[in-house]
């Protein structure tokens, strides 16, 4: 079998790749969390987080598609049931990467994959964009208000060395 030419692969085949991905993508569901590889953790998120939104929708089809990915029948009624209750009101985001220690044996980075705990309040997204404009408006209003300063400081120095001057010339 010829090796792809696009892309790296986790395993020695893309069907191979596709299995790993379902796999770890059940244990996700079914434990919560995950420690893999840091590049299988980054694989499979994209995949779990789709999996996790088609649940969301519920419709027969989407149950369906559910079920052509994730391995067992506990794990895709898990999903179903818990799961994408859970996240209902969240657009997005649902788990998380965690860097962890190498692994002793070969040295591989590691990391956590886990399902977000925290309740998602959408009051709190509106007030912290509202405070990422503040914080970038403040800034720009800092910005012009340093220039006058400095060319206020500039023209006050100006006028005192021409009433120096003016000074100097009737003092002779």
């Known amino acids: 079998m010829p090796a792809p030419t696009k892309g790296a692969r986790l395993g020695s085949s893309p069907a191979h790749e596709k299995a790993i991905l379902a796999n770890l993508a059940t244990a996700l569901f079914e434990h919560g969390a995950i420690t893999t590889t840091q590049t299988r953790a980054k694989r499979v998120q994209p995949l779990a987080e789709r999996l996790i939104t088609q649940a969301k929708k519920g419709d027969l089809a989407n149950r369906r598609r559910v079920m052509q990915t994730v391995k067992t029948k506990e794990a895709a009624h898990l999903l179903m049931t818990e799961i994408a209750p859970k996240f209902s009101e969240r657009p997005g985001g649902y788990t998380r990467i965690t860097k962890l220690e190498n692994r002793k044996g070969d040295n591989a980075p590691m990391a956590l ?26 800034k720009a209003d800092e910005a012009p208000a340093e220039e006058t300063k400095v060319e206020e400081t500039a023209s006050e120095e100006s006028a005192e060395e021409t009433a120096e001057e003016t000074s100097e010339k009737t003092e002779d």
């Open 113 to 138: 994959l886990e399902l977000v705990e925290e309740e998602y309040s959408p009051k709190q997204a509106v007030v912290k964009e509202a405070e990422g404009a503040a914080k970038a408006s403040a």
